[in-house]
């Protein structure tokens, strides 16, 4: 039998996505599952946006468009970034891709050579440190506990950086922890990389919408460090739109090209019908996004309150996105009828058999005294999940 290529083994699977597998496959034999995996809105993209896929389709836009995107959602990206960002971007520094995903591995994919560092702060969204892998890149881990806030400070940025350091990436507001880096901390970030000209960020802000303070702060506003700073975002989570694989990129046009030549051979333009339906979701009523943030909010109110009522989990109040991402070391040597929990994702496991609620082992994230669950679901399901929980962690003996 051939071989596999020897670059599956630079990576991992994603335990986001295993997680959600072995769930289904759990409610698929007819066990109550609940699902806090998955980073997902609960709610249904707003009535608007899909008239205009409607509109999209009866009009027939059903021909390969741009690789970058159409010129028309470019624009629109270009002013939703003017408008709420206050950056300044041309369409030509835009790229549309399948998600924000694939634009951050356009990104990484164009600028990372073997053996080249990336700083990443952790606890970090699962897919960066494989991406960094696959592109034979080194992932260099700055750790933040709960205690910060899962916030790393400027000294420990700084003290991370080598000869070999090639790029930063963050999210703020983060996955998994909910954290958000106030214009404060930014700044102080940027006085560190701005001694280092040759590093590239990669500012991941995908959760921008889902954001409880009082307003987003990107670090592409540092005009000292916009030209190497490249900008995410997506639709997914601010319209929930999750399966409609829309994200987008703002960079210096060199690395827009770059990203635009790999995109070419790889998939190509995302889908026509979503590119039409982002150009309404950028350009019309906010109302249904700021509905869903403070139902978010609400959401997140309830969970910290139950949290607070089960021993042994150690959390803190996130500031945006909707994930809570508590430390379950206390649990570690504890046993139950079946063995006994050395890990988070011992821990899980249990949960998943016991409980029947699913979550994910903080170990996917850099961070293997963590757990990690959405929000994103009724105030319903989610009491439900947090009451399972409890039972099952009193359990541990």
Known sequence: MANLSNRLNLFTESQTLMMAKLSRELKNQGVDIINLTLGEPDFTTPAHIKAAAKEAIDQNFSYYTPVVGYLDLRQAICRKLKRENNLDYTPEQIVVSTGAKQSIANAILSTINAGDEVLVPTPYWVSYSEMIKLAEGVPVFIPATVESHFKISAAQLEEAITINTKMLIFSSPCNPTGSVYTK????????????????????????????????????????????RTIVINGLSKAFAMTGWRLGYMASSLALAKACDKIQGQFTSATSSISQRAAIMALD???????????????????????????????????????????????FFGKT?????????????????????VS???????????????????????????????????????
Request: proline share 4%; with cysteine.
């Open 359 to 397: 979550l994910v082992t903080g170990a996917a994230f850099g961070s293997p005294t963590n757990i990690r669950f959405s929000y994103a679901s009724s105030e319903e399901i989610l009491r439900e999940g947090m009451r399972r929980i409890k039972e099952s962690l009193a359990k541990l003996i």
């Open 284 to 330: 019309g009523d906010i109302g249904p996004t700021i509905q869903m943030r403070e139902a978010y909010k609400k959401r997140r109110d309830l969970v910290y309150e139950l949290l607070q009522d089960i021993p042994g989990l150690k959390t803190n109040l996130p500031d945006g996105a909707f994930y809570f991402f508590p430390d379950v070391s206390s």
């Open 336 to 356: 139950h009828a079946n063995g006994v929990i050395n890990s988070a994702e011992d821990l899980c496991m249990y949960l998943l058999h016991d409980a029947h």
């Open 184 to 227: 404060v901390e930014l700044a102080s970030f940027v006085k560190v990389l701005e001694k280092h000209p040759d590093i590239w960020i990669i500012s991941d802000e995908i959760y921008e919408h889902i954001n409880y303070l009082s307003k987003h702060e990107s670090i592409a506003q540092f005009e000292s460090i916009k030209d």
